[in-house]
Structures are given as structure tokens and as C-alpha cells.
Nanobody, 119 residues
Framework: QAQLVESGGGLVQAGDSLTLSCEAS????????VGWFRQPPEKVREEVAA????????LYADAVKGRFTISRDIAKNAVSLQMNSLKPEDTAVYYC????????????WGQGTQVTVSS
């Protein structure tokens, strides 16, 4: 099974943009869907966006609609999260994971990448 690796995090100012990348190391996205999640300091992990691998159907959390864009590159086995108009409340560790079948829990979590937005 592919191991997921996130990259692209960093320290930015409010209003800036960042693009996160999730790549399948050692395999392919043999998944129904790939999702981005985040865990702010001292809070529970929450889903940010998800995309079905074959159809490209997309779902966003209300907090990021209109600001974040998820996309996939099938040839590169990668999923990206373009984050615009970042806010301090977007500060979190961002993870990607995959859901193997419709309705299945997300699994194969990456190690996470830190995003810090200063005001």
C-alpha cells in the first residue's frame, strides 16, 4: 500500500497563499478518495477537503469554501491543496489520507505538514 507524504507547509502572513502536496510514495493512489485534514493546536482533527480519485468529485468544509482548492494529478499520483486568503485560524498540522472504498474510513495517514498563519 502506498505511503502518503505531505509537503508545502510553512509560516505565512494572513492573506497569503500556500499550496500543499500529497504524494503516494512507493505506489499509487489505489483509493476511492483522497482527503486533506487538519488538526489545530489543542483541537480535534477535522476534514478540510476531499476528492474522489477517478471521478474527481470534490467536497469542502464550510470553513474553507471559496478559499481552498483541492485537485489531483493522476499521472503524478499526487493531490494538491491550494490555500488562498489564509487566516490565523487556518493554523494547523495538515494531513492527507485515503479512503479505499465509498464510505470507508480514511487511512494511510501521512506524517503531516505544519501551516502557521500569523496575523
Amino acid at each position: 500500500q502506498a505511503q502518503l507524504v505531505e509537503s508545502g507547509g510553512g509560516l505565512v502572513q494572513a492573506g497569503d497563499s500556500l499550496t500543499l502536496s500529497c504524494e503516494a510514495s512507493g505506489g499509487t493512489f489505489s483509493a476511492y478518495a483522497v482527503g486533506w485534514f487538519r488538526q489545530p493546536p489543542e483541537k480535534v482533527r477535522e476534514e478540510v477537503a476531499a476528492i474522489t480519485w477517478r471521478a474527481g468529485t470534490i467536497l469542502y468544509a464550510d470553513a474553507v469554501k471559496g478559499r481552498f482548492t483541492i485537485s489531483r494529478d493522476i499521472a503524478k499520483n499526487a493531490v494538491s491543496l491550494q490555500m488562498n486568503s489564509l487566516k490565523p485560524e487556518d493554523t494547523a498540522v495538515y494531513y492527507c489520507a485515503l479512503s479505499p472504498t465509498p464510505g470507508a474510513d480514511f487511512e494511510s495517514w501521512g506524517q503531516g505538514t505544519q501551516v502557521t498563519v500569523s496575523s
